[in-house]
Structure formats: structure tokens, C-alpha cells
């Protein structure tokens, strides 16, 4: 399908995959496959009363502090494990250029793979680094050998999926920006991707945590530039929801406690809930899927994405083909309109319902 077209087509079922990062804190993959098995991400603290938005204010603070980036050492432990060899020839931390060299450096003998890799920096401020060695706790799975991966020769077109991925979400946010009366308060950028491999397994696909994203070039969840894309997005979300002090548990935990309480994991019942129609092989919405962590967090990324992609379209003139999730029940409509307010100063382009 050509990426100009990806997201005006008809929107397939979706699979979701989760699983723990090898450090702490919670993890997702999104899959364009039917269906599979999810393993739980680790619970969070909660509460139950929402509270007002924090999007002022963590606009106030990036304004402050200015555009976020990639330091120094971070870039040498992404791209290097720290040890950056005296070849690189990158000077000192402090100089000019240093993070752009650090790449360079790492990408030197695959002149494709560098071209993106350098892309995705000077346009993003990302860094395509690697995960460190390390054993992960796959839940039910059993333990998961995970080794680093550059991807070049044939995992390269990861890196170009990446680079794809968020050349889409920096369109997605210009197009709000040129509409929004605020700045969004959504990070979208200087990112660091920790790409690997898992030995023998094609899990887990993605994880994230601290701005950083960790990308399984064998994963089998990513095997398309839109599955890769949404995945991205979906990860990307859960950072800022954590940036935002666990918004969506306390913003929109008590709606989705309420549909949970209400349909169980009743799918017919749940079917008008559920922004994507992802489904977790013999169990229910991925959105709502029990044992999975906090629902509410799997919920809003789930939401986030679908903003993401109806958004993308109304900017590109596309109709969404699934319809507009905001005109279903009633609390779709409420928990649409605040994740728009919290992380997107409230624009939505697309039309009113009918």
C-alpha cells in the first residue's frame, strides 16, 4: 500500500502485544496480525477521581526549558554502550555537533542506513541506538534473550519504517499546530530508539519508557510501515502519559472502570467502546482486556492512536473509513474530547456528527 494512501483504507483488525521492558516500567507492541497472546504489563498506582488538565502547565515548562534533546552521554550509551571509540573523531561532549557525529560514527560503514539514521536525527532529534544484552521476563513466555541489532543489511528497512513513522507524526502535529490556539503538549521528538533482536523468539516488539523506545527488528508485529507507525504512536503516548503524571488513569480511569464494570469482557457489549477493534486471542478488546496492566492506559493509548490516524486523515481532506469514534456512546465522545484537551490544545478537524 503507498504511504500516501495507508490511512484512508479501510482499517483492518488489529493485534496488540505487551509485554515487560527489560528495566522497569510498562510496555506495548501494536500488531497488524489477527490476533495473539498478550503478556500483563506491571500494574501502576491509582485513583479514582479525575482531575483538571495538566496541558498548560507542561506547555509553560517546554517553553521554559526549551525543545527537549538527546545528550551527550545518552547518545554514547544508545549508540556506543558508552564507550565511544577514539575513531569516531567526535571531540568533546561539548562540542558543536557531537551527537550528529556520534551517529555518523556508528553508521559509517552502511552508507544507506546512515543516510536515515542521520534523517531521523536533523529532522527529529532522534537517536537510532541499540539495547544493551539482557534477559527480559517475558510473563508467560518464559525468559527472552534480547541481543543489540543495528538495523542494516536486511533489518535496515526498520530504521526506514522509523523514519517514515515519524516524518507521519510530525505532519500529524503540524497540522493540529496550524489550528491550535496553544502549543500541544505532546513530545513527539528526541526520542532514543533501542533497536535489538530477541534470540530464537519473534517477542516482544516494542516497549518504551523514558523517552526511549526499544524495537525488536525480528518482532512479528511489525511487519508493515503502518503497523510500525501506530506502534510507534501507541508507544510514544504511553510516554507523555507518564510525563503527564499517569493522566489517563486519572483522568480517564473512572469512565473506562465503569464500561469495564458494565460489560465485563463481553465483546458484544464492549464493541461500541473499544476505539480499535483490536482483539487478544481468546480473551476480548485489547482496550479492556483484563490482566493486562491498567486498563486505562491501554485504553488511552488505544484512543491516542485512533485521534492519531481520524486526525491525519481530516487533514489530508481523507474521510476515516471506521467513522468518527466520538459520535458512538456518550462517553466516547467525553474521553475523545479530553485526551484532545490534555495533550493536543482540543483541536479536532474532523466534521461534526451527524
Not at 121 to 142: I, K, S
Not at 280 to 300: M, S
Not at 316 to 333: H, I, M, V
Request: aromatic share 8%; proline share 7%; with cysteine.
Amino acid at each position: 500500500m503507498k504511504r500516501g494512501s495507508r490511512f484512508a483504507a479501510a482499517i483492518a483488525a488489529l493485534a496488540v502485544g505487551a509485554c515487560s521492558a527489560p528495566t522497569e516500567g510498562p510496555a506495548d507492541a501494536r500488531s497488524s496480525a489477527r490476533a495473539t497472546t498478550l503478556a500483563s504489563r506491571p500494574p501502576s498506582a491509582e485513583s479514582s477521581e479525575p482531575v483538571a488538565s495538566s496541558s498548560a502547565g507542561a506547555a509553560a515548562s517546554a517553553r521554559a526549558e526549551g525543545p527537549p534533546r538527546v545528550s551527550p552521554a545518552r547518545a554514547a550509551s544508545l549508540l556506543f554502550e558508552g564507550e565511544v571509540p577514539p575513531a569516531a573523531g567526535c571531540g568533546a561532549p561539548e562540542s558543536e555537533g557531537h551527537v550528529r557525529c556520534l551517529v555518523a560514527a556508528r553508521y559509517r560503514e552502511h552508507a544507506d542506513a546512515s543516510r536515515d539514521a542521520l534523517a531521523l536525527f536533523d529532522e527529529m532529534g532522534d537517536v537510532a541506538g541499540l539495547e544493551r544484552e539482557t534477559d527480559m521476563d517475558g510473563g508467560f513466555r518464559g525468559q527472552i534473550h534480547l541481543v543489540p541489532e543495528l538495523p542494516v543489511g536486511p533489518y535496515r528497512k526498520h530504521l526506514a519504517w522509523v523514519l517514515g513513522a515519524q516524518r507521519d507524526i510530525e505532519r500529524f502535529v503540524t497540522a493540529l499546530s496550524a489550528k491550535a490556539s496553544r502549543p500541544l503538549a505532546y513530545r513527539h521528538k528526541a526520542l532514543g530508539f533501542k533497536f535489538m533482536r530477541s534470540v530464537k523468539r519473534t517477542t516482544p516488539s516494542a516497549y518504551a519508557q523514558g523517552w526511549e523506545v526499544g524495537y525488536n527488528v525480528s518482532g512479528s508485529l511489525l511487519g508493515s510501515a503502518r503497523s510500525v507507525t501506530e506502534t510507534i504512536f501507541h508507544e510514544v503516548f504511553h510516554l507523555n502519559d507518564e510525563a503527564h503524571r499517569d493522566w489517563s488513569r486519572r483522568s480517564l480511569g473512572p469512565i473506562v472502570d465503569a464500561i469495564a464494570k458494565k460489560c465485563g469482557t463481553k465483546i458484544p457489549c464492549l464493541t461500541p467502546y473499544a476505539p480499535f477493534k483490536t482483539m487478544v486471542r481468546g480473551g476480548t478488546y485489547y482496550a479492556f482486556q483484563p490482566n493486562n496492566g491498567d486498563i486505562a492506559h491501554e485504553y488511552a493509548a488505544e484512543l491516542a492512536t485512533r485521534y492519531f490516524e481520524e486526525q491525519l486523515a481530516a487533514s489530508r481532506g481523507e474521510r476515516y473509513p471506521g467513522g468518527f469514534f466520538k459520535c458512538g456512546p456518550e462517553e466516547n465522545a467525553k474521553t475523545m474530547s479530553a485526551l484532545a484537551e490534555e495533550f493536543f490544545a482540543g483541536v479536532d478537524l474532523t466534521p461534526p456528527c451527524r
